[in-house]
């Protein structure tokens, strides 16, 4: 199976985090907070629609401005999720610019606020100089994003301050069977997108679609799909080690084939940990094991770790596969 979700992260877990997710075959990108994102080139930065803030400490939201820089002049909106105080933070951000020559300009900003129980939709307008406009509040279960694709559910935590977490699941993934394909005397191409699509959406078996200047019916190309679990990956960072934390992240990761989890102090400082509203190594390696999840990768490590990362992996890896 050839994973949908290709993802970028900082070279080592010492810097500001982030992860950047491409969608294979789609012209877009999620992101999962905006640290230090100067390692991503322009035109990967242009590709985020969707940006999922774990919380507003500045080494998790510092990358907004060079987002923003790259967007600015885009059609496409940029949606951005985080916690209950996300909105009030952006238009605080956005408020330290002049705007008086960007009314012709088309980005629009959405941030969606979720306090654990509903989200609250705000809007920024590039043509209102970016002026906060309130959209409206709906109920939610914490699914923040969802689509034929994929969706990107949320859990509530906290890190002294309120904070997220995410799990960002396929909805189904379909595999091609090349050689059918070749017998039908058909070729891989980009209308394969639209067939995936239909597929997804459960189209009428009489549905045609354009392939190469000929019309076949869906129907007819149904034996070349073969449907399979999709992929998940989670993401965590920021989390204090109680236990209602650690219930709540677990059962979000459940499942997931790809875990990224912050390990910021070894269990030796677990005293330090909490005060600081952390996961040791060994809680970080814990709930991956508890949640069933294929492989774990450590992120957001302590600097006074710089000299021995890998201890922290260790530790965090041993917990995981006892």
């Known amino acids: 199976m ?11 877990p010492f810097e500001d985090p982030f992860l950047f997710v491409r969608i294979l075959r789609e012209r877009r990108a999620v992101q999962f907070d905006l640290g230090d994102v100067g390692c991503l080139a ?17 080494d998790h939201f510092i990358g907004f ?43 629009e900003i ?14 920024f307008r590039a043509k209102n ?12 279960d914490g699914t923040l ?51 995936k699509k239909m597929v997804r959406e459960n189209a009428p078996a009489d549905s045609r679609i354009r392939i190469l200047g000929r019309t076949r019916r869906l129907k007819e190309l149904s034996d070349i799909a073969a449907i399979t679990k999709g992929q998940k990956i989670s993401y965590a960072s920021d989390i204090a080690m109680t236990p209602k934390n650690m219930a709540a992240l677990t059962e979000l990761a459940e ?3 790809i875990f990224f989890c912050e390990a910021y102090y070894l269990e030796k400082d677990r005293e330090l940990a909490r005060q600081r509203f952390h996961l040791t190594a060994k809680a970080c390696g814990a709930i991956a094991r508890r949640a069933g999840v294929k492989k774990l990768i450590v992120t957001h490590v302590s600097p006074k770790y710089s000299d021995s990362p890998g201890q922290v992996v260790a530790e965090a890896m041993d917990e995981f596969r006892s």
Not at 4 to 12: E, L
Not at 74 to 97: D, F, H, Q, S
Not at 110 to 123: E, K, T, W, Y
Request: aromatic share 10%.
């Open 2 to 12: 050839t994973p949908i979700f290709h993802f970028r992260r900082p070279k080592t």
């Open 42 to 58: 322009p035109s990967e930065l242009f590709r985020i629609t969707d940006v999922f803030v774990t919380h507003m400490h500045i």
């Open 65 to 107: 401005d060079a987002l923003l820089r790259v967007v600015l002049r885009r059609e496409t909106p940029l949606n951005i999720y985080g916690p209950p105080n996300m909105a009030a933070c952006v238009a605080g951000k956005l408020r330290g610019y002049d705007w008086n020559l960007i009314r012709d300009y088309p980005l």
């Open 110 to 123: 959405n941030v969606f606020s979720f306090n654990g129980r509903d989200i609250l939709h705000s809007v």
């Open 129 to 140: 100089r970016f002026r906060r406009e309130t959209a409206g509040r709906t109920a939610s």
């Open 145 to 195: 994003l969802a689509g034929p694709l994929f969706r990107v559910k949320a859990s509530k935590l906290s890190h002294g301050t309120p904070c997220l977490a995410y799990a960002l699941e396929e909805g189904s993934h379909i595999n091609i069977d090349k050689d059918r394909l070749l017998r039908k005397g058909l070729e891989v191409g980009p209308w394969l997108t639209d067939f």
């Open 255 to 257: 499942g997931s084939d």
